[in-house]
């Protein structure tokens, strides 16, 4: 199991700057997924690991080897597309051989590795069909079976489960992590889907216009946030102007922060905010909409900040929500939880 590492690399088309020093570790057998919208770098940031993309500075090192001058077939990496890819005219068995057949291996060699990736994928009865006659989630497990059966040392996947409905890239999500955990392969997943890098991965890098702007583990991410775009794009985040004196916030409930004084921006999770009737120590506020989803109540309440701030409290067996227009006090449950971000003017 090989780490992989990503130094410095950077990559402009013409004017455009997609890639901007990006560096990152993916310790072997792990998985580390690329997140972020459209257009921010991801496909070119896997393709630059497969050797389809020249990056103009940085190195890509697999178990500590520069591979940066190898071609895409010497780097013992494989990639699964986002479109599958897969060869109409030739059948499931033949699709996971085909890069075993230019590799001009034993015949009997093939047949067997055919039938340990099909195996591993659960396809095993299937070698005799044609991609057409598959669901989509089984042609993405034979395109997962063609990479898997050059036993590469790197998988590298781009959105593959772009194409299925929620249901089954949920199912599809967890027999992946798997898969991976089975055959302990280091592999890069690429995602615009939060909750998609939530469930599948070891560490997220968070992207954003060319920049890992955050690499953690999910909940690190989650609890920690480095910047307020990572805390919007990863959960749901209130994010707020503050004032920041002699080490806390400006604000109703004081957050203690090491940030020097002057403006800041905090950031609350939704179920870090509780709604209480009344008058009390917090930000007073008027509920502007309700709605009982069956685990949680979702308040926005408006306390007179240019967005309405958002809340989501449990819900009690039989309870419903205070009616919109109450007055009502927002509460931090927890100081601690709150985040407090170098912020000024460019963020409010
Ligand atoms: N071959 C190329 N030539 C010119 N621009 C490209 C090329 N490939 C990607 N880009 C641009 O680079 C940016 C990042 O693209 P991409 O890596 O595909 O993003 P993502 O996968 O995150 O959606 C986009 O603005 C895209 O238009
Ligand atoms: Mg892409």
Redesign the pocket.
């Known amino acids: 199991m090989s780490d992989l590492e990503i130094d410095r690399l950077s990559k402009r ?2 004017k ?1 700057q ?1 890639l901007t020093d990006c560096n990152l570790m993916a310790e072997g057998g792990s998985v580390v997924t690329l997140l ?1 919208p ?8 896997l393709r630059s690991i497969a050797g389809f993309v020249e990056p103009d500075a940085g190195r890509v090192m697999v178990g500590g080897r520069d591979i940066s001058m190898l071609p895409p077939n010497r780097r013992d990496v494989a990639y699964v597309f986002q479109n599958y890819a897969l060869f109409p005219h030739l059948t499931v068995a033949q699709n996971v051989a085909y890069g075993l057949t230019v590799r001009r291996r034993p015949r009997a060699e093939i047949a067997r590795r055919v039938d340990e990736a099909l195996g591993l994928v659960a396809l095993s009865d299937f070698g005799g069909r044609y991609p057409k006659q598959m669901s989509g989630g089984q042609q993405q497990r034979v395109a997962i079976a063609r990479a898997l059966v050059l036993e590469p040392q790197v998988l590298l996947l781009d959105e593959p489960f772009n194409a299925l409905d929620a249901q089954l890239r949920l199912t599809m999500q967890v027999e992946l992590r798997k898969l991976i955990d089975r055959i302990g392969i280091t592999s890069i997943f ?1 995602t615009h889907d939060q909750a998609e890098a939530m469930i599948l991965s070891d560490k997220v890098a968070v ?1 954003h216009g060319g920049r890992i702007e955050q690499l953690a583990p999910p909940l690190a991410i989650y609890d920690q946030p480095s910047t307020p775009f990572v805390a919007d794009f990863i959960g749901r985040a209130n994010i707020m102007p503050v004032q920041v004196r002699a080490g806390h916030t400006q604000t109703p409930q004081p957050v203690p922060t090491p940030r020097p004084d002057g403006p800041a921006v905090m950031i609350v999770r939704p179920e870090n905010f509780e709604v209480v009737p009344g008058t009390a120590t917090g930000w007073p506020g008027r509920i502007g909409f309700a709605t009982a989803l069956g685990a949680t109540i979702e308040y926005e309440v408006d306390c007179g900040m240019p967005d309405a701030l958002r809340v989501s409290m449990a819900r009690a067996p039989g309870a419903g929500p205070l009616a919109q227009g109450t007055d009502v006090t927002l509460r931090l449950r927890s100081t601690d939880g709150a985040i407090v971000l170098a912020g000024g003017a460019a963020h409010v």
């Open positions: 088309y013409g455009l997609v972020g459209s257009g921010c770098g991801k496909t070119t940031l690429v992207m």
